[in-house]
């Protein structure tokens, strides 16, 4: 029997709720349960992939080449359980839904009304769940009072009531501001949020309440008093200094044996939280440290690159060491010399990005890293753009560049148009829509034998993650790996360059995927981990 737990939050966005259901997640898995994670978006776009990053932070690509909300890398981070195409849906994707049935007529003639119509939409999503894992959790975004999120709440009002109380349970994620005049940390917020909650039908039956600072008992209590909500489940959720100790403060303030209170299960183990006790440790108690260098664009949001961010640190968890991230904008290096900023740094790392805004600082990285021999890793746009850097300096094609940015001579980069997924020919051109029309989610790719990222990988055989349109041009492979730039990893039919690292240089992979995307706290990428323990042997060196 497959139970169901919806998680709101109130008062303010970004309170962590992505995080926290994934914490929880993680807690019940502990316990031996089955978990799958889901999330309700309430934004009209039918998915992030058209989203700027700097406003919406990352897009998650799936296995099943899904474009989904970066919370989806939480949950997948924290369970281990590979997210996919219907753990996420939107209003925009569910209006659409609903639209194309109407248009096939499929309502015999009936008015289509947000309720029932909608609403039955969503609760179809959530029900689909059934039966899949022991607990769905299902988080809901936004905040609630959002005139958006109404029909979600409603559904997940409805979807209580038929489940009942024994298959159902809301917990709402509030903030207890701190008001440095009063000197008090405030509950009015949180108060007004649950009263809120409760005029949509919905009655939480635990709360987090996120706080910057300890939280007094008589605070709680007044919480309790006023939400109509039992004591011991009003449940602080304090700042931690990582985000991997969330599973660990959750359960010490009680949240997972609230949970098992409230479905009636009384013959719950205790979780064994080894592995995150484990994980906390490498990373409050490390070895040593490395300098990386991301040199990328919207630097100033750190969403826009957060399974990146983590990757690096579960490289330096499985290095014992703690990885120290200076974020450059790539411009900079189109006016300045990049030895000014990367000296001293012991592994430069250029990350996937669109568009021609600091593409040439980009190559500028790369060069630096390739002539100092410093440990350099470009992923999708970042391996792209150091292929551009040797086509130019190296093979002598002068004009070398990417289509991206418009016709060029060496097009060393270009439009993709056709590439196979499993049996079928996927095909594009340049004037095609733009939403889900990359070439998306989990392909294989062949290693070749003897390769660093085979000896990385420990196989030949490998499967990734792609979000990307242009591709690096085949034509150009021979006069490449005649200067030592070789074509390690390829699409198995032999088409598509996947990898590209130099024999003559102590580190430096390009890859045309994203394997930040399958990297876990408890399961490092190889790549991240090798990429760290490079970049440690190098500060060794200065
Ligand atoms: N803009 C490049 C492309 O579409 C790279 C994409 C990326 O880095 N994800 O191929």
């Known amino acids: 029997?497959?139970?169901?737990?919806?998680?709101?939050?109130?008062?303010?966005?970004?309170?962590?709720?992505?995080?926290?259901?994934?914490?929880?997640?993680?807690?019940?898995?502990?316990?031996?349960?089955?978990?799958?994670?889901?999330?309700?978006?309430?934004?009209?776009?039918?998915?992030?992939?058209?989203?700027?990053?700097?406003?919406?932070?990352?897009?998650?690509?799936?296995?099943?080449?899904?474009?989904?909300?970066?919370?989806?890398?939480?949950?997948?981070?924290?369970t281990g359980r590979p997210a996919v195409q219907s753990d996420n849906t939107t209003t925009g994707r569910i209006y659409t839904n609903v639209l194309a049935r109407e248009r096939r007529g499929d309502y015999l003639g009936a008015t289509i009304q947000v309720i029932p119509h909608i609403t039955d939409e969503i609760k179809d999503f959530i029900r689909d769940k059934d039966g899949t894992a022991d607990f769905v959790l299902c988080e809901i975004g936004g905040?609630?009072?959002?005139?958006?999120?109404?029909?979600?709440?409603?559904?997940?009002?409805?979807?209580?009531?038929?489940?009942?109380?024994?298959?159902?349970?809301?917990?709402?994620?509030?903030?207890?501001?701190?008001?440095?005049?009063?000197?008090?940390?405030?509950?009015?917020?949180?108060?007004?949020?649950?009263?809120e909650l409760m005029s949509a039908g919905i009655r939480p039956r635990i709360l987090l309440c996120r706080s910057d600072r300890a939280i007094d008992k008589d605070e709680l209590r007044k919480i309790a008093l006023f939400c109509n909500?039992?004591?011991?489940?009003?449940?602080?959720?304090?700042?931690?200094?990582?985000?991997?100790?969330?599973?660990?403060?959750?359960?010490?303030?009680?949240?997972?044996?609230?949970?098992?209170?409230?479905?009636?299960?009384?013959?719950?183990?205790?979780?064994?939280?080894?592995?995150?006790?484990?994980?906390?440790?490498?990373?409050?108690?490390?070895?040593?440290?490395?300098?990386?260098?991301?040199?990328?664009?919207?630097?100033?949001?750190?969403?826009?690159?957060?399974?990146?961010?983590?990757?690096?640190?579960?490289?330096?968890i499985a290095n014992n060491v703690k990885v120290d991230i200076n974020y450059i904008e790539s411009t900079i290096f189109e006016e300045e010399n990049p030895a000014s900023r990367l000296e001293g740094i012991n592994g430069i790392l250029v990350p996937g990005g669109f568009g021609e805004r600091g593409a040439e600082g980009k190559i500028q990285a790369a060069r630096f890293a390739r002539e100092r021999k410093v440990p350099y890793f470009g992923i999708c746009f970042g391996m792209q753009m150091a292929v551009i850097e040797a086509a130019r300096s190296l093979a002598g094609y002068d004009r070398a560049n990417s289509t991206e940015f418009g016709p060029c001579d060496n097009a060393v980069v270009g439009l993709m148009t056709e590439w196979t997924r499993g049996n079928e020919k996927e095909m594009r051109g340049s004037d095609g829509d733009m939403g889900g029309t990359m070439r998306l989610g989990a392909y294989p790719a062949a290693l070749k034998k003897g390769s660093k990222v085979a000896e990385i990988y420990g196989s030949s055989d490998i499967s990734e993650r792609h979000r990307h349109r242009y591709e690096v041009n085949i034509n150009f492979k021979d006069a490449l790996e005649e200067k030592g730039l070789i074509f390690s990893g390829m699409s198995p039919d032999g088409k598509l360059p996947e990898i590209v690292e130099y024999n003559n240089h102590p580190w430096f992979i390009g890859v045309q995927f994203h394997p930040e995307l399958k990297s876990k706290p408890f399961d490092p990428h190889p790549l991240f981990t090798s990429f760290i323990h490079a970049a440690l042997e190098q500060s060794r060196l200065v």
Request: hydrophobic share 35%.
């Open 1 to 78: 029997m497959t139970r169901f737990i919806f998680i709101t939050g109130g008062v303010v966005s970004s309170l962590g709720k992505g995080l926290g259901s994934a914490a929880l997640g993680a807690l019940l898995q502990a316990r031996g349960y089955s978990v799958r994670l889901c999330k309700l978006d309430p934004y009209l776009n039918v998915d992030p992939g058209t989203m700027s990053p700097f406003q919406h932070g990352e897009v998650y690509v799936t296995d099943d080449g899904a474009e989904t909300d970066l919370d989806l890398g939480h949950y997948e981070r924290f």
């Open 143 to 195: 905040t609630v009072g959002d005139i958006e999120s109404l029909p979600f709440l409603e559904a997940i009002r409805q979807f209580g009531n038929e489940m009942g109380r024994e298959r159902a349970l809301f917990i709402h994620v509030t903030l207890l501001p701190y008001i440095p005049a009063a000197g008090e940390v405030k509950t009015k917020p949180t108060q007004h949020s649950v009263k």
């Open 229 to 316: 909500i039992d004591e011991d489940k009003v449940i602080p959720a304090l700042d931690v200094p990582t985000i991997y100790e969330v599973p660990l403060t959750y359960h010490a303030e009680g949240l997972d044996d609230q949970v098992m209170d409230c479905f009636g299960i009384t013959d719950s183990k205790k979780p064994d939280l080894q592995v995150w006790e484990n994980i906390v440790h490498r990373i409050k108690e490390p070895e040593g440290k490395v300098k990386i260098a991301v040199v990328g664009k919207y630097t100033n949001l750190n969403d826009s690159y957060k399974s990146l961010n983590e990757a690096l640190v579960h490289g330096g």
